[in-house]
């Protein structure tokens, strides 16, 4: 399969700028998610909590989003 089938006609380039992309929306969701969650936690291990709700909250955020949608 060619470079040009498998991505859309995207160049390498475009492909880690897109990936360079995601990966800055995905840092700042990272970061924000922690800090709601840690700053709403009233005890170290709920703070801990928060921050692995924090690392995961993608999933959660598309298994609601199915569950919603009856999928």
Same mark, same amino acid.
Do not use: D
């Given at each position: 399969?060619?470079?040009?089938? %498998? %991505?859309?006609?995207?160049?390498?380039?475009?492909?880690?700028?897109?990936?360079?992309?995601?990966?800055?929306?995905?840092?700042?969701?990272?970061?924000?998610?922690?800090?709601?969650?840690?700053?709403?936690?009233?005890?170290?291990?709920?703070?801990?909590?928060?921050?692995?709700?924090?690392?995961?909250?993608?999933?959660?955020?598309?298994?609601?989003?199915?569950?919603?949608?009856?999928?």
């Amino acid at each position: 399969m060619s470079e040009e089938n %498998c %991505c859309n006609g995207m160049n390498s380039n475009q492909i880690r700028q897109a990936n360079a992309t995601s990966g800055a929306v995905y840092g700042l969701g990272l970061i924000g998610a922690a800090i709601y969650f840690i700053s709403h936690a009233t005890t170290f291990w709920l703070g801990v909590f928060g921050f692995l709700k924090a690392v995961v909250w993608p999933a959660i955020l598309v298994y609601e989003a199915l569950r919603a949608l009856g999928a």
